[in-house]
């Protein structure tokens, strides 16, 4: 996917200015005679009997969900509670949009795309179409606002993959989403949530959802190739989600949740919307943007609401440690975080321990680390390690991991090695095995593509036969793109299977080509993305590309020749490098970066220079 998150947060400073100063107008505008209402968040413990996901679809948990006191609740970038939406409330509202949504003429199956921001209306409207038998999908909301194009495009691409047949954004974007829906017959509406509610409501009786329904399309973050719409059913949903809250979080009444993960993600949109919700557990939201400038007010509502649970991708937590200040610490007890949840990429052990070191002073437990492993053709999770353990690392030796496959216990200190971070076992109802190049199943140790088979697989993408062919295997095992290998049960990922670069026979990591050059002190965390180009005569090189600040011509050209010899010293191959400006590295929806898209682009840069320097010749 194109540009998205970006959390190194140059681009957002703008749009947090006009959120203050329109807050600040707001208040002014207010006599000071006017009594202030105050707003109280949904309580953590809840006046019904707690009930652990066993629904048969994700209406019917909303039923039961919505017979007691709990619920969302969503806050502004000072942390101040900006609304609330009660479960009770929530399926109210979300019957009533049911009903208009219906009465624009649409019906069982249509499919709804929405922009996902971090408000209730984004939820109301995805409930909304469940309970009509609409198939709604969360699009990405523009972090980078100097994507003007880039954005407009994307969203393009979505409604004409997911043959939308209508879309709604806030007043915020609805400007990019009609530009995007510009000339596509599929849709018979495009509008906001507001121009919505004047619409009228259909006499229609809603009607109970089954199993065998499609819940929703993900449209997956495209980290290594273009998004597709991952097709879920309700009986896949309420199964992951089952495996979430009893099995990977074990979740009891009392606990409450907090997030900042993007509801067009699927560990923000499964795991942080749709499981607290089938366990009736209150959650807590400060929206993307508002975390990525300030990651200190997530951790705030996690001491102050006393959350219990609260995910972040490895990069979400490296972020806290370097932006908090020791001074912030006095004000934080985060004693009462149970379940620290990571995953969504791959995880350092380097970012989990300065973490914990960061915020022990303020009552982090190192034990509280939850790994786990999943993804969007899975619904969300596969594997989670055990509650209250932390986080398990093995070290395994370089050498014999490249050259052998094998991931061999370092046995000496001195050696190279590699340390992955055990993710944990599958959750019941699902099968992980490693296989190898030609199908065989791989034992213990052994470095292979992971295969998961289970009841939460998708049953495809939607409209492309093609890569649904591709990615579930005979018997209906999903070929996940990783690579990693089990040990004594539990999962350990070591890489994508489309991110190792094979250059003269070697099998080198695009990470690690990543992490050697993200030491130099030039390059920051995330400002350099490696894959590889193979020309014409079947050569393939490696190719590092590096957001650089450096303006020097001579300081430039000292990075590129330091580069390529660390890559030479480390590798024993040459490397291509390209300095390009900060922020212009393409990004997934989740915040990573896209080497897919990365590798695209510098091959067009690359073939117009090429263009524009034989123009020259031949002038």
């Not at 209406?59 to 969302?72: N, V």
């Not at 409501?201 to 190739?225: D, K």
């Not at 719409?229 to 979430?244: C, P």
Request: aromatic content about 8%; hydrophobic content about 40%.
């Amino acid at each position: 996917m194109t540009n998205a998150i970006n959390l190194e947060m140059n681009p957002l400073s703008s749009t947090v200015a006009n959120l203050n100063a329109s807050l600040k107008q707001e208040l002014d505008s207010k006599s000071s005679d006017e009594p202030t209402i105050v707003v109280s968040p949904t309580p953590t413990y809840n006046s019904q009997v707690q009930r652990l996901a066993d629904f048969d679809t994700l209406t019917a948990a909303l039923e039961y969900a919505a017979s007691g006191t709990t619920g969302y609740n969503f806050y502004d970038a000072k942390g101040n509670l900006r609304s609330t939406l009660s479960y009770k409330i929530l399926r109210e509202k979300a019957r009533v949009s049911a009903r208009r949504l219906l009465g624009l003429g649409l019906t069982s199956g249509d499919r709804i795309a929405i922009v996902a921001d971090t408000t209730p209306e984004f939820v109301e409207l995805f409930f909304a179409c469940r309970y009509a038998g609409l198939i709604p999908f969360a699009m990405p909301v523009p972090v980078n606002l100097g994507s003007h194009v880039v954005y407009v495009q994307q969203l393009r691409g979505i409604l004409e993959g997911s043959q939308a047949n209508a879309a709604l954004a806030n007043a915020d974007y609805i400007n990019f989403l009609g530009e995007a829906a510009e000339g596509l017959q599929k849709l018979r509406w495009v509008g906001t949530p507001e121009q919505l509610e004047k619409l009228p409501a259909s006499n229609i009786t809603l009607q109970s959802r089954s199993p065998e329904e499609t819940a929703y399309l993900q449209y997956t973050s495209g980290s290594t190739r273009t998004p597709r719409g991952v097709v879920i059913t309700e009986r896949a949903l309420m199964s992951n989600l089952q495996g979430i809250v009893r099995n990977g979080l074990e979740i009891h009444s009392g606990d409450r949740a907090a997030s900042w993960l993007p509801f067009y993600h699927d560990m923000g949109l499964v795991g942080m919307l749709m499981a607290p919700m089938v366990a009736q557990v209150s959650v807590d939201y400060l929206a993307t943007r508002d975390f990525a400038i300030r990651p200190l007010q997530w951790l705030r509502l996690i001491s102050r609401n006393r959350s219990t649970v609260a995910f972040s991708q490895p990069f979400g937590l490296k972020l806290c440690t370097l932006r908090v200040r020791d001074s912030d610490l006095e004000d934080l007890d985060l004693s009462c975080w149970r379940a620290a949840g990571v995953g969504a990429e791959m995880i350092r052990t380097e970012i989990l321990r300065n973490f914990a070191e960061k915020f022990a002073p303020a009552g982090f437990n190192i034990n509280a680390f939850l790994p786990c492993y999943g993804l969007a053709e899975s619904t969300l999770a596969v594997t989670f390690s055990h509650t209250g353990h932390g986080f398990q690392s093995l070290r395994v030796d370089a050498g014999a991991l490249i050259d052998k496959k094998i991931a061999v216990r370092l046995q000496a200190d001195g050696r190279k090695y590699n340390e992955f971070v055990n993710c944990g076992r599958p959750l019941p109802g699902h099968t992980v095995k490693i296989i190898d190049d030609a199908g065989q199943e791989l034992p213990d140790l052994r470095v292979g593509s992971v295969l998961v088979h289970g009841t939460s697989i998708m049953t495809g993408y939607f409209n492309s036969p093609e890569d649904t062919k591709n990615a579930l295997q005979p018997g209906n095992w999903l070929d996940t793109g990783d690579l990693g290998f089990l040990f004594e049960g539990n999962l350990y990922i070591t890489g994508r299977r489309t991110d190792v670069i094979i250059v003269n026979g070697r099998n080198i990591r695009a990470q690690d080509v990543e992490e050697l050059a993200e030491q130099q002190p030039e390059i920051r965390a995330r400002e350099a993305s490696a894959f590889s180009i193979t020309d014409a005569n079947d050569i393939t090189t490696i190719v590092l590309v590096i957001e650089c600040r450096l303006t020097s011509v001579t300081d430039r050209q000292s990075l590129i020749n330091r580069l390529q010899r660390l890559v030479y010293m480390a590798f024993g191959v040459n490397c291509l490098v390209e300095l390009v400006s900060p922020h212009t590295l393409p990004r997934t929806s989740s915040g990573k970066l896209s080497r897919f898209a990365a590798r695209k682009g510098f091959i067009q840069r690359t073939d117009l220079t090429d263009q524009l320097s034989a123009e020259s010749r031949d002038r």
